[in-house]
């Protein structure tokens, strides 16, 4: 596909002797919207930190278009308490602005508190301005880890409509980590499915009522919101290995762009 901004080739990772990610392979194209999901120390920050150039993989490549722009959405930051630092000082820190902080600020709903003091701001607050100050650059990959960490769930489902919006006004690809979908679904074109390396990836709405997802993430917490479900093919061990004869059959997603593997 021409439209492709980022391509992934067999991406491992090792830490000494531990394996964190093995043969993670998968394309993100403009305007796509993809979703990283997994358990704890699945390996998602290690592979965000290998697409924004953080971490080398051990193996594997990546190979991202010319000119590609990633604005990045941590999932915290320390700011020193006693910094004289508002809202609106703070997005002026941010390098390669190519938008202005008064038309990000109005986009992302924080004008109201642009005179505030960061550290005093709320933590559904704090995830705005990050979100604002991320696509400062106007970046044609916006990189989020846990955007709605700390965060109750009406402000998640407005952060996540305001994450699309994004994406519809500037035209940009959107690669997140969240650890529960039921909020992010309805704003997802693709899921991958991580732990260590890609149980599953495919179109959300091709995959339906699987147990599995539920044993990994539990039940829809409200009504109305929509669930995700995954061909989970196989089980693993404790350490994140795939159990041996638990392999039962390919993932049926014909939209994944990688097919379930060991
Ligand atoms: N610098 C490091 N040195 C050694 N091990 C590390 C390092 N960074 C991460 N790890 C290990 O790699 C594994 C994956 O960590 P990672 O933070 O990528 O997982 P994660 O899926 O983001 O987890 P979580 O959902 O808990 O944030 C963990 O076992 C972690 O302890």
Redesign the pocket.
Known sequence: MNNQLLELNNIS?K??D?Q??KNIAFNIHAKEIVTLI????????????IILGL?SPTSGSLIPSRSLTIGYMP?KIQIDQTLPLNVKRFLRLAPGRKLTIQSVMALTGIERIANTPIQSISGGELQRVLLARAILRKPDLLVL??PAQGVDISGQNELYNLIRDIREQFGCAIFM?S?DLHLVMAATDKVIC?N?HICCSGHPEQVSNDPAYLDLFGPATAPGFAVYHHHHDHEHNVHGDVVPGTHAHACEDPHAHTHCKP
Not at 38 to 49: F, H, W
């Open positions: 990772l830490f000494e531990n964190i990610l997994g358990p704890n120390g699945a390996g998602k920050t290690s592979l965000v930190k971490l999932q880890d846990e980590v650890h991580l260590q």
